[in-house]
């Protein structure tokens, strides 16, 4: 009896968790240790924090912990032994990233920038599922990533929670009854700002998201609505691909992108009947990334249940293009198409980056992107070499820029 009770028992899935020590990778962390019995973590990378990742490695026992930065593997080894998690495999660099991306049955993509693209790729290639927050590996490398998702057994599910929202919309749709993407957008924290008032505003106050708690970059691409953009473009990746890929045939002009503050709808689908269906849930990251893990499935407690019994209000609004030009200028780089959005956000990076470091003034962080595109040389990016040496370019062109405002 318990042999057959044992055979009905699902397999455990296993998971690489890479930029766990990140918002992502921590909350990540959070729901697998929900369900043990369902999933077993076997990896996790991060980029340079070893002794976080030391830490969660002592407490979740994978068999091997990444650090992506070379020089932090003594320090990774010492923290392990330390934290009495010696057996714990100790590596460094891209090759052991990439390892660990291919080997799961399931790989999160938590990593923050273009650095998120080695594990998107070795996960692809190897045949396994990505559960992908990293939007800036789809976003700069989207030819390359949709030739990896052909590979067999390749699986992409987003975690981003608007892709997240729209796959869920989609679920049992033809291609030729979807009409329309609509993406909701919070606002960030200088929604219903104009221009001018937005010409004095502050690192810190960027970093004051009203609705979601996230790591630095993504917070301040919420304020300028880059993240926006960028996942319009991701939108475009993810759902809009012509016949013969994964897509619905939608265009990048039957994407919207409608303000709604409260962050409880998190994105739309209008079909050409003109019904729209929409998923709500509180905001809550852990949703979209138990999603992903269970597809089609469903992790069987609660990420952001919504109380029905108290009042609520929704409400939308159209974004301020003017106020907020970052988010035409991704519009602008998708239409380029080609090496055009991995400029956009090679750009976007280093634009951000100098904004946190004090460097330019939040306005000046789309100036530097639109400058930075007008040397946009046209290229396709039709190989992981073109995506590499556009990305390398586009960050070169964008430090000049700054070299100059500075
Ligand atoms: N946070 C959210 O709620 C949210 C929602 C939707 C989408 N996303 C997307 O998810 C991604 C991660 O965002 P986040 O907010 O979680 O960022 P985050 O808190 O800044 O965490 C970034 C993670 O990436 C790791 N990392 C940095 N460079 C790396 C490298 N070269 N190789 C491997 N790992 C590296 C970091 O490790 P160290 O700690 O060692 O530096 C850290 O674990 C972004 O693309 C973002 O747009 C995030």
Redesign the pocket.
């Known amino acids: 009896m318990a042999a057959e009770l044992d055979q009905r028992k699902e397999p455990v899935t296993t998971v690489t968790i ?8 921590t909350q990540t962390i959070d729901v697998i240790t929900r369900e043990p019995d369902r999933y077993r973590v076997t990896a996790l ?5 070893a002794a ?1 990742l030391a830490a969660q490695a002592a407490e979740l026992r994978p068999g091997v912990a990444v650090v ?1 930065d070379e020089s932090r593997l003594e320090e990774l080894r010492h923290r392990l032994a330390e934290a009495g998690a010696g057996e714990v495999a100790a590596m460094a660099g891209d090759r052991a ?1 990439a390892d660990a991306a291919a080997d799961a049955d399931i790989t999160v993509n ?4 273009f ?2 693209l080695t594990t998107t790729l070795a996960c692809l290639e190897a045949g396994k599922r990505l559960a992908l ?4 590996s789809l976003i700069a490398a989207g030819p390359v990533v949709q030739q990896a998702r052909r590979t067999p057994g390749a699986e992409l599910i987003p ?3 608007e892709h997240a929202a729209i796959h869920q919309c989609l679920i049992g749709a033809t291609r030729r009854g979807v009409s329309r993407l609509q993406l909701t957008a919070s606002g960030g924290p200088f929604r219903r700002r104009s221009r001018e008032e937005l010409a004095s505003v502050t690192v810190d106050q960027a970093l004051n998201h009203p609705t ?1 708690s ?5 917070t301040v691409d919420s304020s300028t609505l880059m993240n926006k953009g960028l996942e319009v473009i991701e939108a475009n990746e993810l759902f809009g691909r012509p016949a013969g890929d994964a897509g619905f045939g939608i265009g990048l002009d039957d994407i919207d992108v409608v303000v709604h503050p409260q962050s409880i709808v998190h994105s739309m689908v209008t079909f050409t009947d003109g019904s729209t269906i929409a998923q709500l849930s509180n905001p809550d ?1 852990r949703l979209p990334i138990a999603y992903a893990l269970a597809h089609p499935e469903r992790f069987s407690q609660p990420f952001g249940r919504l109380d029905w019994s108290r009042r609520q209000r929704l409400d939308f609004e159209p974004p301020d293009r003017h106020a907020f030009p970052c988010l035409d200028l991704a519009y602008a780089a998708a239409r380029i198409g080609g090496t055009g959005p991995a400029w956009l956000s090679g750009a976007n990076e280093v634009a951000v980056g100098a904004f946190l470091h004090k460097r330019i003034r939040w306005a000046d962080i789309a100036t530097v992107i639109e400058t930075t595109m007008s040397h946009h040389d046209g290229q396709p990016a039709d190989s992981l070499d073109a995506v590499l040496h556009a990305d390398a370019k586009a960050r070169k062109y964008a430090e000049r820029v700054l070299d100059d405002q500075c």
């Open positions: 890479v930029g766990s020590t990140g918002s992502i990778g990378v991060a980029g340079s924090d976080t992506a990233l938590g990593v923050v920038g650095a998120g927050a990293n939007k800036e975690v981003d929670s979601w996230m790591g630095p970059k993504i990251m």
